[in-house]
């Protein structure tokens, strides 16, 4: 089974950036989408961003205009860049990848901290 491995990470001041990533440790052209979730203490884990197979991206509100995600299939890889980090983002974040055919299999990674001090 396809395991996920996230890294970039860390703490960085508001306003800064910092570049996640998460390599696979096999293909992941066959998963529909793959992208990351976050999760802040005592707050159940949320969308933040996901791209599918065709280019398709959606973002949640808090992060559109500064977070960009991308997937590369050839390297099993997906990113996800983070400007103008803010407090609220601190979080948990995990990747995660979703195929459905021919069933559905839900991948996530371990989780990489990400903290933004003010």
């Known amino acids: 089974q396809v395991q996920l491995v996230e890294s970039g990470g860390g703490l960085v001041q508001a306003g800064g950036s910092l570049r996640l990533s998460c390599a696979a440790s096999?293909?992941?052209?066959?998963?529909?989408?793959v992208g990351w979730y976050r999760q802040a203490p005592g707050q159940q884990r949320e969308l933040v961003a996901v791209?599918?197979?065709?280019?398709?991206?959606e973002y949640t509100d808090s992060v559109k205009g500064r977070f960009t995600i991308s997937r590369d299939n050839a390297k099993n890889t997906v990113s996800l860049q983070m400007n103008s980090l803010k407090p609220e983002d601190t979080a948990v974040y995990y990747c995660?990848?979703?195929?459905?055919?021919?069933?559905?299999?839900?991948?996530w990674g371990q989780g990489t901290q990400v903290t933004v001090s003010s």
């Open positions: 096999g293909s992941i052209s066959q998963y529909r989408t």
């Open positions: 995660n990848a979703i195929r459905f055919a021919p069933y559905t299999i839900t991948l």
């Open positions: 791209v599918s197979n065709n280019g398709y991206t």
